[in-house]
């Protein structure tokens, strides 16, 4: 009778909800090779359960064959020992997320792992360079520019700076077996080339109907080997330099770079940024259109042209909203 009594309140105790914590959550760090009671320890302490012995009487009884696992745990709201236990024994870990951005480059994706806390900048710099993750599809690399797709990723404390780069690029995979690499025998570029077009467009453009309009000027302007004078370009080799001012001066134009193509003609020798799926379709899927040229209209868009004459015009009003301070968006401008 005693007993079952004594059983009947231990499984009432499990069975209550408890917090004990003021915070909207409670997110515990539990390190490898922490033994049960310390876990116990610590999750009292930090007001998750009521008593720790009624987590490890629940624990070394019903749960007795399985472990607690390590990880990074986030706790909310009123919770019972059991749904606590089961928890750490599933591992089933905080997960953060981190989104890459559309366009963003081997000088701005550190500096996002540094303030999620992730990784130092300085490290990223050398993992950036393990070309051998997209070797059978970009041989002539130099670097993971371009290859990590765009996305929304998961981590956890644990994952470390190699895998979550290797997510990346196995992303970049996915999206390229899907939308590009059918196309590639239909194009005049390799896909190191096409992925480098498609950074460019990224650059240049974020209203996706007119990806498809840049990508023309591109094509039509390779084809003719005019030079693209692509203003993110010319960025991107004074950021290589350390360089950078914040706009362009005349001695960023004349910098005898293979990325700037001002002075080279062609595509760069890589991507400038890594570009999202639609710059990528873009880039093998051109526009069928004459255009040589664009500059911005003001209003976010850009105005497109077959001729210099045209372009000329579209450039002079462009210039005279500027003057007019109707300037809404930042210049871009193909085509002198």
Request: aromatic share 10%.
């Amino acid at each position: 009778m005693l007993a079952g009594v004594l059983v009947g309140l231990i499984v009432t105790a499990w069975l209550r909800p408890f917090k004990n914590y003021s915070e909207v959550e409670k997110v515990l760090w539990i390190a490898p090779r922490t033994s049960s009671q310390a876990i116990a320890i610590q999750l009292e302490q930090e007001g998750v359960i009521r008593h720790r012995l009624l987590f490890l009487l629940y624990v070394k009884t019903l749960k007795w064959s399985s472990h607690l696992q390590a990880g990074e745990y986030r706790f909310q709201n009123f919770l019972t020992i059991p749904e606590i236990a089961d928890r750490l024994i599933q591992g089933l870990v905080h997960y953060r997320e981190l989104t890459i951005p559309e366009g963003h480059s081997l000088f701005e994706i550190p500096e996002l792992l540094s303030q999620a806390g992730l990784i130092p900048s300085k490290t990223f710099a050398a993992a950036f360079k393990n070309v051998d993750l997209i070797a059978d599809l970009a041989p002539d690399a130099r670097n993971l520019e371009g290859f990590l797709f765009p996305d929304t990723y998961r981590w956890t404390r644990q994952t470390l700076l190699d895998d979550l780069i290797r997510q990346m690029t196995e992303r970049f995979r996915e999206v390229a077996s899907s939308h590009l690499l059918s196309k590639i025998d239909e194009n005049p570029f390799n896909l190191q080339q096409v992925v480098t077009l498609a950074s460019l467009i990224e650059k240049e453009t974020a209203l996706d109907s007119e990806r498809p309009l840049v990508s023309a000027v591109f094509h039509n302007r390779l084809a003719r080997r005019i030079p693209l004078q692509c203003d993110p370009t010319v960025i991107y080799a004074a950021k290589l330099r350390g360089k950078f001012r914040g706009k362009i001066f005349q001695s960023d134009l004349d910098f005898d770079s293979p990325y700037n193509t001002y002075s080279v003609a062609g595509l760069p020798p890589g991507p400038i940024a890594n570009p999202g799926l639609k710059s990528l379709q873009a880039a093998v899927q051109p526009a069928k259109v004459k255009y040589l040229y664009f500059v911005s209209d003001n209003q976010g868009g850009h105005v497109f042209s077959e001729t210099l004459a045209q372009h000329q015009r579209a450039v002079t009003k462009y210039r005279r909203a500027l003057r007019n301070g109707k300037y809404l968006s930042q210049s871009r401008k193909v085509g002198s």
